[in-house]
């Protein structure tokens, strides 16, 4: 499995296009579209997801099935419906479907960052003027 990268407001991995974001009530997960989830549950969704990306799950004999299945459990779905789910590229209307930047006001660290839609503009970015030496 892939490295997953997990950050306060965005849940990743290199091995698969979906991604988890914070949104206001929880966390939502690109294979989840509608769905809110908590952040444990969002970090669940993307081991199912990278694990699906870096190689897929093997037959029902695979060692892995086990693991899957208890997974999915945690999310409210049998094993192979997250498998399938997972399977698919992201939908046009979720996190990871759409193109988004970071907002510029967040500092390095990442706080007060969140995610701009295309043609969003930020309030805080409005007259904001670069720091010196940037």
């Known amino acids: 499995m892939s490295g997953i990268k997990i950050t306060a407001t965005l849940i990743s991995s290199p091995a698969t296009p979906h991604t ?11 294979w989840l579209p509608g769905q809110t989830l ?5 970090i669940t969704a993307m081991v199912i997801a990278s ?4 190689g ?3 037959l ?3 060692p892995i099935w086990p693991h899957v299945d208890g997974w999915a459990g945690e ?16 939908t046009p209307d979720s996190p ?10 967040a500092d390095r660290d990442g706080q007060g960052m969140h995610w701009l839609g295309t043609g969003q503009t930020c309030q805080a970015e409005i007259g904001q003027q670069p720091e010196a030496g940037t």
Do not use: F, Y
Not at 21 to 30: H, K
Not at 96 to 105: D, I, L, S, T, V
């Open 38 to 42: 908590t952040r444990n549950q969002a």
């Open 20 to 30: 988890a974001m914070a949104s206001g009530d929880g966390w939502e997960v690109s």
């Open 96 to 105: 990871a479907g759409q193109e988004k930047r970071m907002c510029a006001h």
């Open 56 to 58: 897929g799950v093997g």
């Open 75 to 90: 999310l409210g779905l049998p094993g192979a419906d997250a498998v399938v789910r997972a399977s698919e590229p992201p």
């Open 51 to 54: 694990i699906v990306g870096d």
């Open 60 to 62: 029902a004999d695979d």
